[in-house]
């Protein structure tokens, strides 16, 4: 069946590194987004891989290892307005560009 | 371009009463999709459009209905709201060669 997993809630520290992991499964791969939403606001894109490797783009980066089912977004130079939640989202092959989504990862950012 | 709208944004319905919430792209997108977003869950798909003049279902498509009559519009109409049907709805559009969705801001529905 489908199924991402991502942990609910991470906390770190201002100017800190923090990677947001998502683990999914699902039938044929055509994919992996990654977004931002930040509280009452609509999701924002951040990323797409669908290759295996790392894809970096400022201080964000995201990594794909289709083998494994297994994706990281890696933020570095936490600022405060980095907290957000961080939605992870699997496309299939066939299937209308529909996606999958996890239920999010909240990001605290502390002083 | 304004890119995805939605409207409403806030709106407070009694159980039973209907309405209709309308998304318009201008960026000639032919895949439209509605989700509603609830505490705790992902975002889960209520219908989609792959082009002008058809829709399908999603994940959740009970209690809604939708219409694509012009490419640009889509449209989710509630018949006969529930209290369950209170959540964030999100409309969201791609072209076929886009990877990334737009989204439109949002509408805050509560039925009480």
């Known amino acids: 069946g489908q199924n991402i997993d991502q942990p609910t809630e991470m906390t770190a520290t201002e100017g800190a590194i923090v990677q947001i992991n998502c683990t999914y499964q699902t039938s044929g791969f055509n994919g992996l987004f990654w977004y931002q939403q930040h509280a009452g606001e609509a999701p924002t894109f951040l990323s797409y891989n669908v290759l295996d490797g790392l894809e970096e783009k400022g201080r964000f980066s995201s990594f794909l290892s289709r083998s494994k089912g297994y994706s990281y977004l890696l933020l570095k130079e936490l600022q405060m307005k980095d907290s957000a939640s961080y939605l992870c989202a699997v496309r299939e092959e066939k299937s209308n560009y529909q996606l999958i989504w996890g239920a999010g990862t909240k990001l605290i950012i502390k002083p | 371009n304004a890119g995805v709208t939605q409207t409403p944004k806030f709106r407070v319905l009694k159980t039973g009463q209907s309405m209709t919430l309308l998304c318009a792209q201008d960026m000639n997108h032919e895949y439209m999709y509605w989700y509603r977003q609830d505490p705790g869950m992902g975002l889960r798909l209520i219908h989609y459009s792959v082009g002008e003049g058809t829709t399908a279902k999603g994940e959740v498509p009970d209690g809604y209905n939708v219409s694509r009559l012009k490419k640009q519009n889509f449209l989710l109409g509630l018949e006969s709201a529930a209290p369950s049907q209170t959540s964030v709805y999100f409309c969201?559009?791609?072209?076929?060669?886009?990877?990334?969705?737009?989204f439109g801001s949002g509408t805050r529905l509560t039925v009480v």
């Open positions: 969201a559009s791609i072209s076929g060669t886009g990877n990334g969705y737009t």
